[in-house]
């Protein structure tokens, strides 16, 4: 089963940061969110990852091409250039396909122009901002549940300003950050088998939210599998701060691979 990472978007609401670098290469803590995600599912043994690049994909080309360096502590001969390793690190069996899926390209267009390069049965679909600590064996089985063609996963968002419960305007009880207590949104976790790809073309402007889900929906194809967890999306400096404060003390919700 291929796990394929959106990571071609421009990132704009990050202002200055994704000027050089694209979104999923975005620091928390010593690496990049796109690391954080890829561990996730590696936790769950799914290692075959496949990236469509966009915006700045040469930063991510460059960062995978030389990984071991990166990740690794070496020595160098730097007359004969010979590079011994003095460790290793903990991703020597992933297998990784950088593709170029267009500058522009709208995320329907993106996944049909990565055909090529799925499994027959199921694949699974992510973006490369999102963290949670979702079990992703969960997710797979119920998909298999209910065959249909797609499974979404819905996420409580976080409150980006604190969550106020009140009871005839006295405060009963206020969280800092908490998830708000009602609602679903679309958390970017997906399983679908192939016949979604029927839905889309490689027309730069053939998107997944905005006309295929809707399409499939009315149709009955999408179920929705509901993560009671923590989840979290770095979509502006703030978001991608606060995920850095969660890492540096420790509090990493989304770190369930130790």
Known sequence: MKVIIMAGGYGTRLGNITETIPKPMTMVGHRPIIW???KLYSHYNHKDFIIGLGYKQEVIKEYFHNYHIYNNDFNIHLGPR?????????EMDWKISLVDTGLNTLKGARLKKLEKYLDDGLNMLTYGDGVANINIDELIKFHKSHGKILTI????????????????????????KPQTSA??????FFVFDKRLLNYLTEDENC???????????????????KHIGEWECVDTERDLKHLNKLWSEGKPFWKIWE
């Open 36 to 38: 954080h995600i890829m």
């Open 82 to 90: 010979e590079i011994k390793t003095l460790n290793s690190h903990d």
């Open 153 to 176: 996963t819905g996420v409580h968002p976080p409150s980006r300003f604190g969550e106020i419960i009140e009871d005839n305007l006295k405060l009963v009880s206020f969280h800092e």
């Open 183 to 188: 609602g679903l949104i679309n958390g970017g």
């Open 207 to 225: 998107d997944l939210e905005s006309g295929v889900f809707g399409e499939l929906a009315k149709s009955g194809e999408i179920m929705v599998y």
